[in-house]
């Protein structure tokens, strides 16, 4: 080999070597995320926005698929077999226990400094402790609403309902002024998925009763349990609920609601953007509310749920996958996301920052109703709980059980599986 060739061949390997230790000393950070929906997506220029202040790190956000069911199947089948695939997930609310109990996180609690998470909505906080410590950080926030008809209310003298008895009382009395056939009632959510649930946890916690105790009794006042299962019922066979509720999800609710054909709905904040957007049959004449309660009893208080970020306990880099999770949950962050995006903020300060009032004038209305709202039961076990009571409740709303049968079924069936795993 003559000497210039030898040397050109060494130039190439150290030119190779400097090039894989360039390379080496990148980092790729992997952040699993659901699309965000909304007049404009704002993550990927703050993913931008974190790599130019780390200039050795690079963001690669992957979508997660659509619906919260296969995001879960997703997490599980890729965390069980142990991969490394990712350092950052957006979580559900409901799936942070589970997830600190399977060990798939990082516990976060060493790393929070005193007061970190003060800011945020201390139902979100809940949502993210399991066994007195903290495994992921508050994201976006979400909370069941009442909806109602601002201009039909204010046409017949009321303010909008505190109980569910005052809630038949005014739809009636709408309706029959109105003699619309084609206005309904009251529109919720009573397909059987997880929707179902919370609209019967709300009624739960309406009638003073709940799911899960502390003491890890499900069910605890079955009597309480069945009344509010009742009442659900109650709304369609009178006709003050549709009978299509038994199949209806938040979009199917709100399509309807938004087109100007019911008086109340039960959704979530997403929903206030789309009532107002240019074109929307219903825009300016919506107004929201306490979801409601019952006559002498709890006052009204809707379930709240959003996202949350985790760090993988198998992230190769968990400082800065950390510190990623903390620069997208910052103030700065959130405000993008609220400005860009249907999603509201878990940094209550958020909610009277004067940009985001203009952009967003529910905001303020929205904090108050947010403040009053209650986690779904913070456990390992909440997917187990929802799929065995979700046949329940739906068999007490379409009449094929009585309430107080498919309660005592799903008493039993989770004592039972409970039981088995703990």
């Known amino acids: 080999?003559?000497?210039?060739?030898?040397?050109?061949?060494?130039?190439?390997?150290?030119?190779?070597?400097?090039?894989?230790?360039?390379?080496?000393?990148?980092?790729?950070?992997?952040?699993?995320?659901?699309?965000?929906?909304?007049?404009?997506?704002?993550?990927?220029?703050?993913?931008?926005?974190?790599?130019?202040?780390?200039?050795?790190?690079?963001?690669?956000?992957?979508?997660?698929?659509?619906?919260?069911?296969?995001?879960?199947?997703?997490?599980?089948?890729?965390?069980?077999?142990?991969?490394?695939?990712?350092?950052?997930?957006?979580l559900d609310v409901i799936w942070v226990p589970e997830f600190a109990r399977a060990g798939w996180l990082l516990d976060l609690?060493?790393?929070?400094?005193?007061?970190?998470?003060?800011?945020?909505?201390?139902?979100?906080?809940?949502?993210?402790?399991?066994?007195?410590?903290?495994?992921?950080?508050?994201?976006?926030?979400?909370?069941?609403?009442?909806?109602?008809?601002?201009?039909?209310?204010?046409?017949?003298?009321?303010?909008?309902?505190?109980?569910?008895?005052?809630l038949v009382s005014q739809v009636r009395r709408i309706r029959s002024a109105e003699r619309d056939p084609a206005l309904e009632g009251y529109l919720w959510q009573g397909k059987q998925y997880e929707g179902l649930v919370v609209n019967v946890l709300e009624a739960f916690w309406a009638g003073g009763t709940r799911l899960l105790a502390e003491d890890g009794t499900v069910l605890p006042e079955p009597a309480r349990a069945a009344e509010a299962l009742d009442v659900l019922r109650g709304l369609i066979e009178a006709g003050v609920s549709p009978a299509w509720t038994t199949a209806a999800d938040e979009e199917l609710?709100?399509?309807?609601?938004?087109?100007?054909?019911?008086?109340?709905?039960?959704?979530?904040?997403?929903?206030?953007?789309?009532?107002?957007?240019?074109?929307?049959?219903?825009?300016?004449?919506?107004?929201?509310?306490?979801?409601?309660?019952?006559?002498?009893?709890?006052?009204?208080?809707?379930?709240?749920?959003?996202?949350?970020?985790?760090?993988?306990?198998r992230s190769r880099h968990p400082e800065l996958a950390l510190a990623l999770a903390r620069f997208l949950t910052s103030e700065r962050a959130q405000k993008a996301i609220a400005l860009g995006a249907a999603l509201s903020p878990t940094r209550e300060a958020l909610y009277h920052d004067a940009a985001l009032v203009r952009s967003r004038p529910s905001l303020p209305a929205i904090h108050a109703l947010a403040r009053a709202g209650r986690p779904r039961p913070v456990t390992p076990y909440y997917l187990l709980l929802s799929a065995t009571v979700q046949p329940e409740f739906s068999a007490a709303l379409v009449g094929v059980k009585s309430p107080s049968r498919a309660i005592a079924d799903a008493r039993a069936r989770l004592d039972h599986f409970l039981g088995a795993i703990r």
Not at 118 to 129: C, G, Y
């Open 1 to 90: 080999m003559t000497r210039p060739v030898a040397l050109l061949l060494l130039a190439l390997v150290l030119g190779g070597c400097a090039e894989d230790a360039s390379e080496r000393g990148a980092v790729t950070l992997v952040f699993k995320y659901a699309r965000i929906l909304g007049p404009a997506d704002p993550l990927p220029g703050l993913l931008r926005e974190f790599e130019a202040a780390h200039p050795r790190v690079r963001v690669k956000g992957e979508s997660l698929p659509w619906t919260s069911d296969e995001q879960h199947q997703f997490y599980v089948i890729n965390l069980e077999g142990r991969s490394p695939g990712f350092d950052l997930m957006m």
């Open 109 to 166: 609690t060493p790393h929070l400094a005193p007061g970190e998470l003060a800011p945020h909505f201390p139902s979100t906080v809940e949502a993210a402790t399991h066994d007195g410590r903290v495994w992921a950080l508050p994201w976006t926030m979400n909370v069941g609403l009442l909806y109602y008809r601002a201009d039909l209310l204010a046409k017949h003298g009321l303010a909008p309902p505190a109980s569910f008895e005052e």
């Open 253 to 313: 609710s709100r399509r309807a609601f938004g087109d100007g054909h019911a008086i109340f709905l039960r959704n979530w904040p997403y929903a206030l953007d789309l009532f107002e957007a240019p074109g929307s049959a219903v825009r300016g004449r919506v107004g929201i509310a306490p979801l409601p309660g019952r006559a002498g009893g709890p006052p009204g208080a809707g379930s709240t749920g959003g996202a949350h970020l985790g760090v993988s306990r």
